[in-house]
């Protein structure tokens, strides 16, 4: 399946959604911030990205803005998922460069969609 890179400093989180993925057959890669995610993507260069936004240092939406404006990066559809729940939130996100916004908690079955529908292929 899909390599898919989470960007989230909640340990939590990044283990229900790397049990979740793995379980569907997907590879994960983590990263605990945002600055060590962008460095991560652009090593592995994985088919998508899961981003959270509150994070200390820079924000999912700073990193989301690096990573889609990035050349080497650009082609790689980040989902946003966070517990940020205003729509000026999902359009500011949308208009860093993700494809997609999710609100946390998120259901599984729609957080595999919504992967299945930005994947490539």
């Known amino acids: 399946m899909a390599h898919i890179f989470i960007i989230d400093d909640s340990p939590t989180d990044v283990r229900v959604f790397t049990t979740l993925l793995e379980k569907a057959g997907h590879r994960v890669s983590s990263a605990v911030n945002a600055e060590e995610g962008i460095s991560g993507v652009k090593r592995e260069l994985p088919d998508l ?3 959270d936004v509150i994070m200390p240092g820079m924000n999912g939406f700073q ?3 690096d990573l889609s404006r990035d050349t080497q990066t650009g082609h790689i559809p980040i989902l946003i998922v ?3 729940s205003m729509e000026t939130d999902r359009v500011w996100g949308m208009r860093q460069g993700a494809k997609d916004f999710l609100t946390k908690p998120v259901d599984a079955k729609a957080l595999l969609q919504r992967i299945d529908t930005l994947l490539p292929g």
């Open 49 to 51: 990205v899961i981003m």
């Open 63 to 65: 990193a989301t803005r």
């Open 82 to 84: 966070t517990t940020k």
